[in-house]
């Protein structure tokens, strides 16, 4: 005969007497996270910081925990400041010293275009794409000018034409200081054309890299300071790419303050324009 439906469920009943052991019988709570009083503290800490006209408010610097090096880690950090140097050791040599692949001297006076007459004085600093030095002006001046085409002391960056940029003429970086020089963080350039063996580039005296203040306030920054460098670059780097532009070497050597004494010496720009790209 079929079995009946009424004894099949009996039989599973029976089956199920002893079920195993629920692993976790209590309900599933959820768990709230308690915060500490020093995570509140934290969060107190970091607040949101508005940046006026300075990116370097004065407030009480927040200490990095010391860090330790390897001597191989030591002397790779050595060499890569030297090659990216802007204004170290590099900075003390005058400008009849050559750099290492470099075919002729720098002139010892400049004037490109219809500049005035600049006699080139201490090194500034060195990169993939040239070197920048000072030019001080010779004949009439007036020492109030310290910015601008008229400027008592200016910029001169020199690249050789038999260097990677210039193989086909004038640098690349020409082209993109056409473009962006004056917007918003980056500097602007009053003249530029050939001398000798050298293109040269005549442009604002800048203050220190960021990497030049990280290094003379012994590796110390406040919470406030970063917030605000942060946002001044994050909205020079939005400015360029908004007109098609990327830079392609963000690091700190290459963030500058502007002139010292002026009302732009907090401000934040943005320099060595050479690996910028137009985005299609």
């Not at 940046?51 to 090096?69: A, L, M, N, W, Y």
């Not at 532009?245 to 500058?256: A, Q, T």
Request: charged share 25%.
């Amino acid at each position: 005969m079929p079995e009946l439906r009424s004894r099949t469920r009996r039989n599973r009943a029976s089956n199920n007497q002893n079920p195993s052991p629920n692993p976790n019988p209590n309900p599933i709570k959820h768990r709230v996270k308690r915060r500490t009083a020093e995570h509140k503290r934290k969060r107190k800490a970091i607040a949101v910081v508005v940046c006026k006209d300075s990116v370097i408010p004065q407030t009480t610097p927040f200490k990095e925990k010391p860090r330790v090096f390897r001597e191989e880690e030591k002397e790779s950090a050595v060499k890569k400041m030297d090659e990216y140097d802007s204004g170290g050791r590099s900075a003390e040599r005058g400008p009849g010293a050559e750099d290492e692949g470099s075919t002729a001297p720098l002139p010892e006076k400049v004037s490109v275009g219809s500049s005035p007459v600049y006699r080139i004085e201490r090194k500034l600093g060195k990169g993939g794409f040239g070197q920048v030095y000072v030019g001080r002006r010779i004949g009439p001046t007036s020492a109030n000018e310290r910015t601008g085409p008229g400027a008592v002391e200016v910029a001169l960056k020199f690249e050789h034409r038999s260097s990677k940029g210039c193989n086909y003429g004038p640098p690349y970086e020409w082209q993109v200081y056409n473009a962006l020089g004056g917007s918003h963080g980056v500097p602007r350039v009053h003249y530029k054309g050939q001398q000798g063996d050298y293109y040269v580039m005549v442009m604002d005296m800048l203050g220190p890299s960021l990497w030049d203040v990280w290094n003379s306030n012994s590796h110390t920054m406040s919470i406030e300071m970063v917030a605000c460098i942060a946002i001044e670059a994050i909205s020079i780097l939005e400015k360029m790419h908004s007109r098609g532009y990327v830079h392609g070497d963000v690091k700190p050597e290459n963030f500058l303050l502007g002139p010292s004494g002026t009302p732009d010496e907090k401000k934040l720009f943005l320099v060595d324009l050479g690996l910028g790209k137009l985005l299609n």
